[in-house]
């Protein structure tokens, strides 16, 4: 069963504003027209409301060594947005028993990217490259730390924006890096 998150998007940056169901068909038709790979996709409504802050371009950075191209990078935001509403389970790794946040983590980049992902938040947090907010894309990952213990991983999906499992909520979400909670958690980048 394939889930996808029933909220909207919208694009900014162009003349006409579109506003439609989010599906994976959907985000393929706005990836193809580049809306995707150019910024301009904006998500509302599936995750907590968006900073004030600046958000990290994901076109900056791309000379990064990296095991996933630029378009299997899209590929994992794309699926990775489509599976918002996938109930968590800890130790889960697949859509039909659910997630934790590894989990989700390893099988999007296998199944888009055909990468295999440490599965544990301790493994992902030296795995790939260290990178710079200003340096991040879609399609790498967020890792949040306390006491500089990686604790929870997601992927980041542009604008400010990560898709993880959380233990709470219940289920796979869309949230804001620059939410009250996230944002008091010591955060970093990687690229794998």
């Known amino acids: 069963m394939q889930r996808t998150c029933s909220k909207n998007y919208s694009t900014s ?7 439609s169901p989010l599906t994976p068909v959907n985000i393929l038709s706005l990836l193809t027209l580049g809306i995707v790979a150019s910024g301009l996709l904006t998500l509302t409504g599936c995750g907590t409301t968006q900073a004030n802050r600046a958000t990290p371009s994901s076109t900056v950075g791309a000379d990064i060594p990296s095991r996933v191209t630029p378009f299997q990078a899209e590929e ?3 699926y990775a947005i489509g599976l918002v509403g996938t109930p968590y389970r800890y130790g889960g790794n697949t ?5 934790d946040c590894s989990g989700l983590i390893g099988h999007v980049y296998l199944t888009r990217a055909k990468v295999s992902a440490p599965r544990t938040v301790a493994k992902l947090s030296g795995w790939g490259s260290a990178i710079s907010a200003d340096q991040l894309r879609s399609g790498d990952l967020v890792l949040f730390s306390q006491r500089d213990v990686a604790t929870h991983a ?3 999906v542009g604008e ?8 709470t909520g219940g289920e796979v979400r869309l949230d804001s890096l620059g939410s009250k909670y996230w944002a008091a958690q010591q955060i970093t980048f990687r690229r794998p």
């Not at 859509?95 to 997630?99: D, H, L, R, V």
């Not at 924006?161 to 959380?166: I, Q």
């Open 154 to 156: 997601g992927i980041y």
């Open 160 to 167: 400010g924006r990560f898709v993880h499992a959380p233990s």
């Open 76 to 78: 994992v935001t794309i």
């Open 13 to 19: 940056g162009t003349a006409d504003s579109v506003t």
């Open 95 to 99: 859509p039909q028993s659910g997630f």
